[in-house]
């Protein structure tokens, strides 16, 4: 077996702590020409041990991180956040029309290679500005209902499968309309399932089509810790989809919350303003992951109430998660 392989405990912890490509979107940072890999150099050995490691930690971590949480230090922490919670949908609101004038400044919406070239497209994009900054909830299901249209726009000009890399903002939009309501509890854990789902999707592109990786890791000085180029997209690839899957079962908490944060700001020091173009929002939903923490949130694995059973639904779910929507990806993308 390749040296290479063997400390992946330790690498992860270090991947952690450290700016690199994991939280970019590739398409972003480069002009190479998307070259799709075969599905037997993907399902490499190397991919089946992190995907069997990745299972097993994933399992595990549910039982530790309550005891995380025991310390008093983190109880202090999380209490004092707690008082917080108030003010998450202003955040919210107030965050995503600040997302919309940046983007729309650069000439762009939700990603910085979606250019806004019609008149009307900017238009629209201020008024749903002005409606989101007016403190008035009527005035804020106007403005998430004018961010729909512009998402759905989009999705016509690039296609359903390239619109799931920011499915995020569906779940925005969704939170953003349905506050003051009956149904406004169902927002927040909406918000987690679509950033979730998001960062999974991006992560299996670094998978599927690594020349783009490769490119920007040679072009941009990516730092790749001794590993080949190859070997450390495969890596990288598998602590975001990680970091995605923990948000839809409900793992991530907020020190795992805090700590994908600091990965986004340096990954902006890294690539500058295009990330904070096609990243700022995602800064926004992080904070209010900070926050919130899970408390709001019946995740899944909750529906299993012995430890063995939620070490195996964890387990047997993320192999199936993972399977499942790198098969999409790979047929559709």
Avoid at 52 to 57: G, N, S, T, Y
Avoid at 186 to 194: A, H, S
Avoid at 257 to 284: D, P
Wanted: aromatic residues 16%.
């Amino acid at each position: 077996m390749n040296k290479k392989w063997i400390p992946p405990a330790l690498l992860l912890l270090l991947f952690l702590l450290t700016p690199f490509i994991t939280e970019a979107h590739v398409k972003w940072f480069t002009e190479v020409q998307p070259e799709k890999e075969s599905i037997e150099n993907i399902l490499s050995p190397l991919f089946m041990l992190c995907a069997f490691l990745a299972a097993i930690i994933l399992a595990v971590l549910p039982q530790l991180l309550p005891n995380v949480m025991e310390i008093p230090v983190a109880k202090k922490i999380d209490g004092k956040l707690d008082q917080y919670r108030v003010y998450s949908r202003y955040i919210l609101k107030y965050g995503t029309a600040l997302t919309l004038i940046i983007q729309v400044l650069s000439r762009s919406l939700f990603a910085p290679e979606f250019v806004l070239v019609e008149t009307w497209e900017i238009i629209l994009v201020w008024i749903t500005i002005i409606f989101l900054l007016i403190p008035v909830h009527y005035t804020t299901k106007v403005g998430a209902f004018l961010l729909l249209i512009l998402f759905i726009n989009a999705l016509s000009d690039v296609g359903i499968f390239h619109m799931l890399d920011y499915g995020f903002y569906l779940a925005i939009i969704l939170v953003l309309f349905i506050g003051k309501t009956k149904y406004e509890n169902w927002g927040f854990p909406f918000l987690y399932l679509g950033t979730g789902l998001s960062l999974c999707w991006v992560a299996v592109e670094k998978w599927v089509y690594p020349s783009m990786s490769i490119d920007i890791i040679q072009n941009h000085g990516v730092p790749t810790f001794g590993f080949a180029p190859e070997v450390f997209i495969v890596l990288a690839a598998f602590i975001e989809f990680v970091v995605g899957y923990l948000l839809v079962v409900g793992v991530l908490n907020r020190i795992l919350a805090f700590v994908l944060t600091l990965i986004f700001i340096s990954t902006t020091m890294l690539f500058g303003y295009t990330e904070i173009i096609g990243h700022f929002m995602i800064h926004i939903v992080l904070i209010i992951f900070i926050i919130e923490g899970v408390s709001f949130y019946n995740p899944p694995i909750r529906i299993h109430k012995t430890i063995i059973d939620q070490v195996v639904f964890v387990f047997l779910n993320f192999i199936f998660v993972l399977a499942t929507i790198l098969l999409i990806y790979y047929r559709f993308a």
